[in-house]
């Protein structure tokens, strides 16, 4: 069986009630620490669950699976597989 999403949208507007930062906040951190570390638009595109529609290139000639996202993300951010 294979989720959607991992939380659900009300599960983490429950997390996030009273915390010092939000959600976006994190989406905002991930974007730009992407960006400084070299890594491809439209893969952080994908990874960040943008819209594809009108994308072309993504939509059609630039499938990538779960196993290459993987070893994109980790290359890019420098994780070590465990």
Request: aromatic share 10%; proline share 2%.
């Amino acid at each position: 069986m294979h989720l959607k999403a991992l939380f659900s949208q009300s599960h983490i507007t429950r997390l996030f009630k009273d915390a010092p930062i939000q959600v976006k906040d994190l989406r905002k951190y991930f974007s730009q620490e992407w960006d400084r570390r070299g890594g491809p638009t439209s893969i952080k595109k994908i990874l960040m669950g943008h819209s594809l529609k009108g994308d072309v290139d993504l939509m059609h000639y630039n499938y990538q699976s779960e196993e290459d996202l993987k070893s994109i993300y980790d290359k890019v951010m420098e994780t070590g597989s465990e």
